[in-house]
């Protein structure tokens, strides 16, 4: 039993016993938090254990499943991997910490089945992460929605039936398409060895060889399952109907990591599968990335709804992930990947933060909200800490980042690098005004300044405020101080975390150089 | 007339393998003594002996297969052969064994809900028409009892499936056909309580049905006009020579072709289906929606793989369409259904279009696919009808899908079993809908049929909206102020959802050791 398969079945028998509690709210979050916790210290040991020097895939285990498929359950994880189940497992207990607090559940409903389902969902999120049979990989992927199904739906906001049916079937679309074309791996790995095999690595060695048109059918495949879950424009319209109706924790777990199961796809398998499809349409992805960069850093700025903001803000940056990784350059890949890590963290703690802020106003218009951060002063100053990491200021974690892509990207693909810099400028806008608007100013706002006073008056600030809206909490700032920590951390200095992907990403750009060399 | 008794000294009798066809003549005999028990045992007696006498005739059936496959030849013989014959009427082979097997199994299920009377007083087949499924007449029905008949009728029809199956020539198969179907057009008009729908069922069933087997018998002749013989075999060899008419052979696949599609409710042959679903008593739905299918598949199957096989390339394409006709109706009609038994109609529509899928990929893992999507269909389809018998209000069974909002606020655990269902018919990974859909795909992919295969993913993608839509009635929608209320089903009902459940939760997490016996070996002739 390998550290990794531990890792991937505590939070699974986390959600049987929170099952079993749902009687008393109290002790099913103890427990929920306890075996989150639990599952976070053990990724301390996993990341020590990764030998970036070693094999590209470690922690490795692997037993039968259909034989007659050659179906395995196996599992391994490289270096992006552990970046990701690294982030899953940070994210978890914040998302369990905010519960009650920042998070509140609909009327008559027990927060154990919500932490079951949580828990639930990072033991199959990281298994998704930690797959290494194409076959086992699609189950997990699609597995993979029916909690996230069952939280926006069961727990979200008043549109939510129509949020999770939207979430679940574009999603799922997406897989069985994505399932077609490991059928047809599949196939072609029966052709060429006489005996079929959905193991990753074997499929890679044979599938990369095919012809570029076969490559080219099933990158397509693959690729829509990723840019739906990424999402890419024009695949993105759920996100912002999930974002906006399920409740905060779930959104940080939606946003933070699961979408990232999108652009790791690109990596793990999209790539190192169909190195010549992907070259070749490779044009295609990049004007959707740098589409969606655009795309999503205007529309962010014009909403009016906090957590639809949220939603195209993401838009946005994984479109700069997709440029990145769709650029094929070794640092525009490490900066990608560092991407998907920081982006978790500063769009992690900007939803929390956001999360707050809501928790206190009761709303999620932006026009309810003005002057807040004069009434809770430290939870402006947060606020503006998630931005800037958000804009990627220099000295935040983001900066490394998107300079990394962007640097990495211009030396291959100028045209697109140029244009996607344009949504840097952007992000300062869409940020810089988000604060402004809510923290910024006279207090004011439905939400603040009480019924009756309405958008657009202003009162003296002591004594317009409600007295209800009280400052961080101290469980708030010990959910939130971590995340300041490790976005300045890793700003200053993001060295563990690059050794760590840097020889992963190597060995992806490496085969499609291989086989752009052997076409040349 | 003279001429035919002077044959009469050279007819030998057939040279029977009884071990092999004794899982058959167990169900056929035990039909036999159960006509007699209605006819002689006395009223208050016949349900128990009935149930006794169906059950044990299922089981022991299934103890004489298990015991033949234990010693059986490899590759499968055929019985019923005359002296000079190359076959015999009926083939033993490996697919045989394992439709009889599924059909025995999913048998065993549907007898245990058709003989449960504790979901609804007296069980759906009380004997006095006009009394309602309320509980005041509970007492009443108590007094009247069930009538019995249905259990031979039930025994005849699973007979005749088995049968159908594994017939080696047109003419057994047509005689089994209408031996499975009569007993069925019956059963159809048995819910006294909603007497009209159940009536109306019955006679569309019984009118289509009728010109169904019209169709096979006038395609039946047309090929024995062409091959000179009936059996598959011989068809197979006459159609790899050149020198006949083809029109004959066209015509005559044809229609035999419609004639199974119609018994396996595929579109567009498909009419009768929701109509019938809808009337017919729950219990007999699940009957002809598990077995039915299993049985018309099966016999399409060895029609497919031994007779047409050589001219394959003349109606591989037609049934392409009606494979796409059949996902495509029961997909997008499956959306506008109001009532939960329409809507499963329309879903066994559409995996009656993936079926064919299947059935057409004339290739071993084509042929192991669709049986193993047979079976995992079949247990699913007997638990999703006897989640929905529980479901009543005053008038009985609640269908229409207003009625199941919020169910899962009152009865988490059914809510919680028949959102597993769903999402087995939907096709979700981890049941065994999901890898019943991969074997049938992958073998398609394999044989060339990528377009169809991608086809049928979209046509599940958009059939899974309206499961969903049930699970999200059930989940997230505010209950109804006077809502149905959920029977808490008695032991019959209770042991046939949890067995569909656990053979859909098993072949959809292990399914290796059901797919070795699929894929066990090919038909013999």
């Given at each position: 039993m390998t550290l990794l398969l531990v890792l991937i079945l505590l939070p699974l028998v986390g959600a049987a016993v929170v099952v079993g509690l749902r009687r008393n709210d109290r002790i099913a979050t103890l427990t929920a938090l306890a075996f989150s916790l639990a599952t976070l210290l053990l990724v301390i040991p996993l990341w020590m254990s990764y030998?970036?020097?070693?094999?590209?895939?470690?922690?490795t285990s692997s037993m039968d499943w259909i034989p007659a498929f050659g179906i395995h359950i196996s599992f391994g994880m490289d270096g992006i991997a552990l970046v990701m189940i690294a982030v899953i497992g940070l994210l978890v207990p914040m998302i369990i910490g905010v519960l009650g607090v920042t998070d509140k559940l609909p009327?008559?409903?027990?927060a154990g089945g919500y932490l079951a389902l949580i828990l639930l969902q990072q033991g199959l999120t990281i298994a998704v992460f930690a797959a290494t049979d194409v076959f086992l990989f699609y189950v997990l992927f699609e597995v993979m929605l029916i909690p996230m199904y069952f939280l926006i739906g069961g727990?979200?906001?008043?549109?939510r039936q129509y949020a999770a049916v939207k979430f679940f079937l574009y999603s799922f679309l997406g897989g069985l398409i994505m399932l077609a074309s490991a059928i047809g791996a599949y196939s072609l790995a029966v052709d060429e060895l006489g005996s079929g095999t959905f193991d990753w690595a074997t499929l890679v060695r044979v599938v990369s060889e095919a012809p570029t048109e076969t490559q080219i059918w099933l990158f397509l495949g693959f690729f829509l399952a990723f840019a739906i879950k990424a999402p890419l424009v024009p695949m993105h319209t759920w996100l912002p109907d999930a974002a906006r109706e399920a409740p905060i924790g779930v959104v940080v777990l939606l946003v933070g990591v699961l979408d990232k199961v999108g652009t790791f796809g690109f990596l793990r398998y999209s790539i190192p599968m169909f190195p010549d499809a992907s070259v070749a349409l490779a044009p295609l992805v990049l004007v959707l990335a740098v589409a969606g960069v655009l795309y999503g850093s205007v529309l962010a700025a014009g909403q009016r709804d906090i957590k639809r903001l949220i939603a195209y803000v993401s838009i946005a940056h994984f479109g700069f992930i997709a440029l990145g990784i769709f650029a094929f350059n070794a640092q525009s890949q490490i900066g990608s990947v560092s991407y998907m890590l920081n982006h978790s963290l500063a769009t992690g703690m900007l939803i929390l933060v956001l999360g707050m802020v809501i928790a206190r106003g009761?709303?999620?218009?932006?026009?309810?909200?003005?002057?807040m951060a004069k009434v809770t002063p430290m939870l402006g100053g947060m606020f503006l800490i998630a931005g800037l990491s958000t804009l990627s200021?220099?000295?935040?974690?983001s900066f490394i980042s998107e300079f990394l892509v962007l640097i990495g990207s211009f030396e291959t693909e100028p045209v697109f690098t140029t244009l996607a810099t344009i949504g840097m400028v952007l992000a300062a806008v869409y940020v810089l005004w988000l604060f402004q608007r809510i923290m910024q100013g006279p207090v004011r706002g439905d939400a603040l300044v009480?019924?009756?006073?309405?958008?657009?008056t202003t009162q003296q600030p002591e004594a317009g405020a409600k007295k209800a809206i009280s400052d961080l909490s101290g469980k708030e700032l010990g959910v939130l101080v971590p995340l300041v920590v490790l976005i300045i951390g890793l700003g200053l200095y993001p060295k563990p975390v690059l050794d760590v992907i840097t020889p992963s990403v190597d060995q992806t750009v490496s085969v499609v150089h291989d086989t752009e060399g052997s076409h040349e | 007339m003279q001429h035919f008794l002077a044959q009469g000294g050279d007819l030998t009798v057939p040279d029977i393998n009884y071990a092999a066809v004794l899982p058959v003549l167990i169900v056929f005999g035990a039909a036999a003594i159960s006509v007699l028990l209605e006819a002689f045992l006395p009223k208050h007696r016949r349900w128990s002996a009935q149930v006794g006498v169906s059950i044990a005739a299922i089981i022991g059936a299934g103890v004489a297969l298990v015991a033949y496959i234990g010693n059986a030849p490899a590759g499968g013989i055929t019985t019923f052969?005359?002296?000079?014959?190359?076959?015999?009427?009926?083939a033993v082979d490996a697919p045989a064994l394992f439709l009889w097997g599924t059909l025995l199994a999913l048998g065993l299920g549907c007898v245990l809900l058709i003989a449960d009377r504790s979901v609804e007083p007296g069980g759906a087949?009380?004997?006095?028409?006009?009394?309602?499924?309320?509980?005041?007449?509970r007492i009443q029905a108590q007094v009247t009892?069930?009538?019995?008949?249905v259990f031979p009728l039930t025994l005849f029809a699973l007979g005749g499936m088995m049968t159908f199956c594994a017939s080696n020539d047109l003419l057994t198969m047509f005689i089994a056909l209408e031996v499975l179907s009569l007993p069925l057009y019956l059963m159809c008009g048995l819910a006294r309580r909603r007497r009209l729908l159940s009536q109306e069922a019955a006679v569309k069933y019984f009118l289509l049905g009728a010109f169904a087997s019209a169709f096979f018998l006038f395609g039946l002749s047309l090929l024995y006009g062409y091959?000179?013989?009936?059996k598959l075999a011989d068809i197979a060899n006459a159609a790899a020579?050149?020198?006949?008419s083809d029109t004959l052979l066209f015509a005559g696949v044809g229609l035999v072709v419609v004639g199974l599609l119609f018994k396996g409710s595929v579109?567009?042959?498909?009419?009768?289906t929701p109509d019938v679903y809808q009337g017919a008593p729950t219990p007999i739905t699940a009957f002809m929606a598990a077995c039915t299918k299993v049985a018309a598949f099966g016999g399409m199957l060895r029609v497919l793989f031994v007779a047409f096989e050589p001219t394959s390339w003349e109606w591989e394409s037609a049934l392409w369409a009606v494979a796409v006709i059949s996902m495509a109706i029961g997909a997008i009609l499956g959306l506008t259904q109001r009532d939960l038994k329409r809507m499963i109609a329309y879903s066994s529509i559409a995996h009656a279009g993936f079926l064919v899928i299947g059935a057409i990929s004339l290739t071993e893992n084509g042929l192991s696919g669709t049986l193993f999507y047979l079976l995992a269909y079949g247990f699913t389809t007997i638990a999703v009808f006897g989640v929905i018998s529980l479901v009543r209000d005053s008038k009985g069974e609640?269908?229409?899908?207003?009625?199941?909002?919020?169910l899962a606020r009152r009865s988490p655990l059914v809510a919680g079993v028949f959102t597993f269902l769903l999402l087995a018919l939907a096709g979700i990974p981890l049941t065994s809908g999901f890898i019943g859909k991969f074997a049938v795909f992958s073998a398609a992919f394999a044989d060339g049929k990528a377009v169809l295969v991608v086809i049928a993913l979209v046509a599940s993608a958009v059939a899974a909206f309206f499961y969903l839509r049930v699970v999200v009635l059930m989940y997230f929608s505010e209950p109804a102020a006077e809502g149905p209320a959920v029977t808490v089903p008695g032991a019959f009902t209770t042991a046939a959802i949890t067995l569909g459940t656990v053979v859909t939760l098993v072949l959809g997490v292990v399914p290796g050791f059901a797919m070795d016996w699929a894929g066990a070996g090919g038909f013999a002739f």
């Open positions: 030998e970036p020097s070693g094999e590209r895939l470690q922690q009327e008559g409903r027990s727990y979200g906001g008043a549109n009761g709303s999620t218009k932006i026009s309810d909200y003005g002057g200021l220099p000295g935040t974690n009480g019924v009756g006073g309405g958008p657009g | 052969r005359a002296a000079e014959a190359t076959g015999g009427a009926l087949f009380i004997s006095q028409a006009g009394m309602t499924g309320a509980t005041q007449t009892g069930m009538q019995t008949e091959a000179g013989s009936v020579g050149t020198d006949r579109g567009p042959f498909h009419t009768w609640a269908t229409d899908l207003s009625a199941w909002a919020g």
